[in-house]
């Protein structure tokens, strides 16, 4: 089970901190990241971290948002910084495992609001 928390509201230009940790029957992940899903528009990727510390971001956030994960823990953050009002949206964890990264996990979602 995927447990996101840290969104709200916040005035275009803020930050926020979003994080989101495993529990229970937990499996080695290999790959920890962030989705987002606008009203009306499909979940797209916003960033994703590897169990080696290598990172992928969306162009419409890259500069502005660092994900960094504890593997060990099995937590995963995504700092926004500079938000836009463009950037209100549902924000999901997904998590891989297995051999060939094919069993996902996915968290309930946190919603982030930039208000103009």
């Known amino acids: 089970q995927l447990q996101a928390s840290g969104g709200g509201l916040v005035q275009a230009g803020g930050s926020l901190r979003v994080s989101c940790v495993a529990s229970g029957s937990i499996n080695s992940f290999n790959v920890m990241g962030w989705f987002r899903q606008a009203p009306g528009k499909e979940r797209e990727l916003v960033a994703t971290?590897?169990?080696?510390?290598?990172?992928i971001y969306a162009d419409s956030v890259k500069g502005r948002c660092t994900i960094s994960g504890d593997f060990a823990e099995n937590t995963v953050y995504l700092q926004m910084n500079n938000l836009k009002p463009e950037d209100t949206a549902v924000h999901y964890c997904?998590?891989?495992?297995?051999?060939?990264?094919?069993?996902?996990?996915w968290g309930k979602g946190t919603l982030v609001t930039v208000s103009s």
């Open positions: 971290i590897t169990r080696g510390g290598r990172t």
């Open positions: 997904h998590f891989k495992a297995g051999i060939f990264n094919d069993l996902n996990y």
